[in-house]
């Protein structure tokens, strides 16, 4: 079994403990994978390249996108030769921020499966109710800090980029930051504006750790984080409309401690949600189909 990481950062300094900290996930939870990493900084020019031990490579990466476009920097450098790996794991210098108990369940037969069928595994998230962006409506996605998913699946996508442009998202002026064109719901609007800039969240128990004041000062700030959230929720729209399945990690890993299989057809991500033991997720709210 091979594996691909990817690890994206921008700057070492900020999470500069967060690649060690995964190495140490590995070792601890799955030593005997064949892992490869690249490292991919987002700070540094796109034709840097250099070993950082036996393989191990940091290479410069494109933020355009943030860690989107950093990512496909490093599939599009490889080439075919992302064909030799069975899993791709994405993760992001953040990975260790908020909710991270469902790093302890990572383990090989988690990598195994994500290997062998038409997959991709992480932390999944869901918002307290629909939204929409543009013709989609979705209420859940798998976090972008830490995924895996097999190189077939992976090609299938042809980019991880979803959104490259911003012309009808934001207003240039004015108090609200949308503009009256966003293809977005108003109620997600919303939800990202209050996740960005208040402590309030999106109202299910759980803050953003760096939220800002929204002012002139900030607006390019807010504006670059937005796209990250929607290039991170539409991935998972995207892979659901290839016939790519999502599941939730810890759902996976305690199918496997039970010593039950995976059921041939994946679960309904709210069904995966209320079997596993994961806090708060007891009460789903909305049980609107998506």
Same mark, same amino acid.
């Given at each position: 079994?091979?594996?691909?990481?990817?690890?994206?950062?921008?700057?070492?300094?900020?999470?500069?403990?967060? =690649?060690?900290?995964?190495?140490? =996930?590995?070792?601890?939870?799955?030593?005997?994978?064949? @892992?490869? /990493?690249?490292?991919?900084?987002?700070?540094? *020019?796109?034709?840097?390249?250099?070993?950082?031990?036996?393989?191990?490579?940091?290479?410069?990466?494109?933020?355009?996108?943030?860690? %989107?476009?950093?990512?496909?920097?490093?599939? +599009?450098?490889?080439?075919?030769?992302?064909?030799?790996?069975?899993?791709?794991? %994405?993760?992001?210098?953040?990975?260790?921020?908020?909710?991270?108990?469902?790093?302890?369940?990572?383990?090989?037969?988690?990598?195994?499966?994500?290997?062998?069928?038409?997959?991709?595994?992480?932390?999944?998230?869901?918002?307290?109710? *629909?939204? @929409?962006?543009?013709?989609?409506?979705?209420?859940?996605?798998?976090?972008?800090?830490?995924?895996?998913?097999?190189? %077939?699946?992976?090609?299938?996508?042809?980019?991880?980029?979803?959104?490259?442009?911003?012309?009808?998202?934001?207003?240039?002026?004015?108090?609200?930051?949308?503009?009256?064109?966003?293809?977005?719901?108003?109620?997600?609007?919303?939800?990202?504006?209050?996740?960005? /800039?208040?402590?309030?969240?999106?109202?299910?128990?759980?803050?953003?750790?760096?939220? %800002?004041?929204?002012?002139?000062? /900030?607006?390019?700030?807010?504006? +670059?984080?937005?796209?990250?959230?929607?290039?991170?929720?539409?991935?998972?729209?995207?892979?659901?409309?290839?016939?790519?399945?999502?599941?939730?990690?810890?759902?996976?890993?305690?199918?496997?401690?039970?010593?039950?299989?995976?059921?041939?057809?994946?679960?309904?991500?709210?069904?995966?949600?209320?079997?596993?033991?994961?806090?708060?997720?007891?009460?789903?709210?909305? /049980?609107?189909?998506?």
């Amino acid at each position: 079994m091979r594996v691909l990481v990817l690890f994206v950062r921008h700057g070492a300094e900020r999470y500069s403990h967060a =690649l060690d900290e995964l190495t140490r =996930l590995y070792e601890r939870r799955a030593p005997r994978l064949t @892992r490869s /990493t690249i490292v991919i900084d987002n700070a540094l *020019p796109a034709g840097w390249s250099t070993e950082l031990g036996p393989d191990s490579l940091l290479i410069g990466g494109d933020n355009t996108w943030w860690e %989107f476009s950093g990512w496909q920097r490093a599939i +599009n450098q490889l080439g075919s030769e992302v064909k030799k790996y069975d899993v791709v794991h %994405f993760v992001t210098s953040a990975f260790g921020t908020l909710y991270t108990d469902y790093l302890e369940r990572f383990c090989p037969q988690v990598v195994e499966l994500a290997a062998e069928r038409p997959i991709a595994v992480g932390h999944i998230d869901y918002y307290p109710h *629909p939204v @929409r962006v543009g013709s989609f409506v979705s209420r859940h996605w798998i976090r972008s800090a830490f995924w895996l998913i097999n190189t %077939f699946e992976l090609l299938r996508l042809r980019s991880l980029v979803s959104l490259d442009s911003v012309a009808e998202l934001f207003a240039s002026e004015g108090g609200w930051p949308f503009a009256e064109t966003a293809p977005l719901s108003c109620g997600y609007q919303r939800l990202i504006h209050d996740w960005l /800039t208040t402590d309030q969240g999106t109202g299910q128990g759980t803050t953003w750790h760096s939220r %800002f004041e929204l002012n002139e000062t /900030t607006r390019r700030l807010f504006q +670059n984080k937005t796209v990250a959230i929607l290039n991170e929720h539409l991935l998972s729209i995207r892979l659901r409309a290839q016939g790519t399945h999502l599941l939730d990690l810890t759902y996976l890993a305690e199918i496997g401690d039970e010593g039950r299989p995976v059921p041939a057809r994946c679960p309904h991500w709210r069904a995966q949600m209320k079997m596993s033991r994961i806090p708060g997720r007891e009460v789903l709210g909305d /049980t609107t189909p998506e």
